[in-house]
């Protein structure tokens, strides 16, 4: 096998791992650069291969920085089967062509307003290049190996943190390389824990908290002041959240705050995202892979007033009374939530509040750093709310819970490739695996390419 690094290097964004076996050339994950201006741009730049020559694309989970990248790769000539999990594959439905239509309405309205440097702005891609792209989705079940091309298999294993994510595992005759995928958290409310890691030759782990521990304690604790202090300047709490995993689990926090009493049972709660409407209702239909029971399920997608027409999110800027409007996207890089944020940022009474990673270069990022403005559609917006962040809400592994994931590997993998981290989280993970487990650790950067057959026969001397 030779495997190269084509995202998720010294950035959590744009995961792209190309493996080649002999003749045939897998793609595992094919997600979205987001953040960074220099990062972004790499969306626009062609790929170091040809997308036809590729036998198939493995996904560990449907999250855009692993999957929105697919409908470029096809639109670009590739043919073959997109293998991921069943519920992977139901988000992706959601997530792709959401994201072709935010692209398109994006690319609009600049022309509109003429405040982009291109004549016109054009979407990276479109939602009818979404659609075309899902015509070449091959659910398999979770567990069952399947081949992948001529002397490879194949095998994707619960990994948590949304519905759907796994670990993959591919497997030919030079042996077993395994991609951990996001690792949800052992104990999360909400999501079942990752599966034990059992065997890797070859292991590529994602390292987005590998620099820190996530703090003890019920994150309704920690939401509970947030919205409380909130209601009492009678501002508006406005939530940018991933429509996948992160909405839902803040529904599930506020239905548990009004159940106990903790906040008012008629706080109006909206949740503005008709993909994360649609997503929260997905949580009925596999129920196997979360915590849930049936009733509370359908108590959590009772919680909040689903908003899906524009209109009805036009209308909540006009409000003034105390309400909870959650809305896409999670980094405030685009979506409804920008709209809210122009309306609500400049009173000092409102509340942004994060509920996730902030990948350097987004608004989100600029905002917990202390940023008075925040530039949106071409102005300076003024920010004099409160912004606040939850800790205790994460969807990935910190420090201590990966290496506790790797722990559960049979035996030492002869290398281990640190990724899907900023530079300084990767860093402390590579360290910490080398110090605690006495692994063989390295970070790949961008573009690189590994031979493992040649790190195989080092090992082995």
Same mark, same amino acid.
């Given at each position: 096998m030779k495997l190269q690094f084509l995202g998720g290097t010294g950035t959590v964004t744009g995961s792209k791992y190309l493996v080649q076996s002999g003749n045939a050339r897998v793609l595992v994950d094919c997600g979205l650069f987001q953040g960074l201006k220099q990062l972004r741009l790499r969306n626009w730049a062609e790929l170091p291969f040809d997308p036809a020559s590729l036998a198939a694309v493995v996904l560990t989970h449907a999250h855009l920085d692993h999957s929105g990248y697919l409908p470029l790769l096809v639109k670009s000539g590739f043919r073959g089967p997109i293998h991921c999990t069943p519920a992977t594959y139901e988000l992706c439905r959601l997530l792709l062509t959401d994201s072709g239509h935010l692209q398109e309405e994006d690319a609009e309205y600049a022309n509109r307003h003429g405040f982009s440097k291109h004549k016109p702005a054009l979407p990276l891609y479109t939602e009818e290049d979404a659609e075309k792209c899902l015509r070449f989705f091959q659910p398999v079940g979770i567990d069952r190996e399947f081949e992948l091309a001529a002397g490879w298999r194949a095998q994707l294993q619960p990994a948590g943190h949304i519905l759907g994510a796994c670990s993959a595992r591919l497997t030919d005759a030079s042996g077993r390389l395994v991609f951990s995928g996001d690792l949800g958290r052992p104990h999360d409310p909400i999501m079942v824990a990752p599966r034990a890691l059992d065997a890797a030759d070859f292991l590529v782990v994602e390292s987005t908290y590998g620099d820190r521990l996530h703090p003890a304690g019920d994150p309704c604790d920690?939401?509970?002041? %947030?919205?409380?202090?909130? %209601?009492?300047? @009678?501002? /508006? &709490? /406005?939530?940018? $959240?991933?429509?996948?995993?992160? !909405?839902? !689990? &803040?529904?599930?926090?506020? #239905?548990?705050?009004? !159940?106990? @009493?903790? +906040?008012?049972? *008629? &706080?109006?709660?909206? &949740?503005? $995202?008709? =993909?994360?409407?649609?997503?929260? *209702?997905?949580?009925?239909?596999?129920?196997?892979e979360h915590r849930l029971g049936a009733e509370e399920c359908e108590?959590?997608?009772?919680?909040?007033?689903?908003? *899906?027409?524009?209109?009805? $999110?036009?209308?909540? *800027?006009?409000?003034?009374?105390? =309400?909870? /409007? %959650?809305?896409?996207? @999670? =980094? !405030?890089? @685009?979506?409804?939530? +920008?709209? #809210?944020?122009k309306a609500f940022a400049p009173d000092p009474r409102n509340t942004v509040l994060f509920s996730g990673f902030q990948a350097a270069g987004t608004r989100g990022a600029a905002m917990l750093a202390g940023a008075r403005t925040i530039r949106i559609h071409g102005q300076d917006i003024p920010v004099q709310a409160e912004i606040a962040a939850l800790s205790t809400l994460s969807a990935h592994t910190d420090a201590a819970e990966t290496i506790d994931w790797l722990r559960t590997c049979t035996t030492a993998p002869r290398m281990t490739f640190v990724t899907h981290g900023e530079p300084v989280a990767a860093d402390a993970l590579r360290q910490l695996i080398e110090r605690r487990l006495g692994w063989r650790t390295t970070i790949p950067e961008q573009a690189q390419l590994v031979d493992l057959a040649t790190l195989a026969s080092r090992a082995r001397t």
């Amino acid at each position: 096998m030779k495997l190269q690094f084509l995202g998720g290097t010294g950035t959590v964004t744009g995961s792209k791992y190309l493996v080649q076996s002999g003749n045939a050339r897998v793609l595992v994950d094919c997600g979205l650069f987001q953040g960074l201006k220099q990062l972004r741009l790499r969306n626009w730049a062609e790929l170091p291969f040809d997308p036809a020559s590729l036998a198939a694309v493995v996904l560990t989970h449907a999250h855009l920085d692993h999957s929105g990248y697919l409908p470029l790769l096809v639109k670009s000539g590739f043919r073959g089967p997109i293998h991921c999990t069943p519920a992977t594959y139901e988000l992706c439905r959601l997530l792709l062509t959401d994201s072709g239509h935010l692209q398109e309405e994006d690319a609009e309205y600049a022309n509109r307003h003429g405040f982009s440097k291109h004549k016109p702005a054009l979407p990276l891609y479109t939602e009818e290049d979404a659609e075309k792209c899902l015509r070449f989705f091959q659910p398999v079940g979770i567990d069952r190996e399947f081949e992948l091309a001529a002397g490879w298999r194949a095998q994707l294993q619960p990994a948590g943190h949304i519905l759907g994510a796994c670990s993959a595992r591919l497997t030919d005759a030079s042996g077993r390389l395994v991609f951990s995928g996001d690792l949800g958290r052992p104990h999360d409310p909400i999501m079942v824990a990752p599966r034990a890691l059992d065997a890797a030759d070859f292991l590529v782990v994602e390292s987005t908290y590998g620099d820190r521990l996530h703090p003890a304690g019920d994150p309704c604790d920690e939401l509970e002041p %947030i919205i409380t202090r909130t %209601i009492r300047r @009678g501002g /508006v &709490l /406005v939530v940018p $959240s991933f429509a996948v995993g992160r !909405a839902q !689990a &803040l529904l599930y926090c506020i #239905h548990r705050l009004k !159940a106990q @009493g903790r +906040i008012p049972a *008629n &706080l109006p709660v909206f &949740l503005n $995202s008709p =993909m994360a409407v649609d997503v929260t *209702n997905l949580y009925l239909r596999f129920r196997t892979e979360h915590r849930l029971g049936a009733e509370e399920c359908e108590a959590v997608c009772r919680t909040a007033k689903f908003i *899906n027409t524009v209109e009805e $999110s036009k209308a909540l *800027n006009a409000r003034t009374q105390p =309400m909870i /409007v %959650i809305a896409a996207s @999670g =980094m !405030a890089t @685009g979506g409804r939530v +920008i709209h #809210h944020l122009k309306a609500f940022a400049p009173d000092p009474r409102n509340t942004v509040l994060f509920s996730g990673f902030q990948a350097a270069g987004t608004r989100g990022a600029a905002m917990l750093a202390g940023a008075r403005t925040i530039r949106i559609h071409g102005q300076d917006i003024p920010v004099q709310a409160e912004i606040a962040a939850l800790s205790t809400l994460s969807a990935h592994t910190d420090a201590a819970e990966t290496i506790d994931w790797l722990r559960t590997c049979t035996t030492a993998p002869r290398m281990t490739f640190v990724t899907h981290g900023e530079p300084v989280a990767a860093d402390a993970l590579r360290q910490l695996i080398e110090r605690r487990l006495g692994w063989r650790t390295t970070i790949p950067e961008q573009a690189q390419l590994v031979d493992l057959a040649t790190l195989a026969s080092r090992a082995r001397t």
